[in-house]
């Protein structure tokens, strides 16, 4: 059964910075685009940054140095690294894929930026 399990939220202060996880298992993302989602409970979801099938990346903030997303092949994991966190990025991040012609969301990571 294909899933993705995120992982690396967690509290941090104004300025800081985590390193979210999203890993494949009974998938192989380096065959899959991959996007990053986040969703504050007063807000929809939305998208983050994606990671093509043949390595692309777009952000949502294009002109937002502050994530940057890659795979790691070996690892069957998609990473999001995320800088000068700011309060207004609190939320839950979500990852998902397509496999198989049905959408796959990770169960999300709690991201909590402290003022």
């Known amino acids: 059964q294909a899933q993705l399990v995120e992982s690396g939220g967690g509290l941090v202060q104004t300025g800081g910075s985590l390193r979210l996880s999203c890993a494949g298992t009974?998938?192989?993302?380096?065959?899959?685009?991959v996007a990053w989602y986040r969703q504050d409970p007063d807000k929809q979801r939305e998208w983050v940054a994606t990671?093509?099938?043949?390595?692309?990346?777009r952000y949502e903030d294009s002109g937002n140095p502050r994530f940057h997303i890659w795979r790691d092949h070996e690892m069957n994991t998609v990473y999001l690294q995320m800088t000068d966190l700011q309060p207004q990025d609190t939320a839950v991040y979500y990852c998902?894929?397509?496999?198989?012609?049905?959408?796959?969301w990770g169960q999300g990571t709690q991201v909590t930026v402290s003022s």
């Open positions: 009974g998938i192989r993302l380096s065959a899959n685009g």
């Open positions: 998902n894929t397509i496999f198989r012609g049905r959408t796959i």
């Open positions: 990671v093509a099938s043949g390595g692309a990346t």
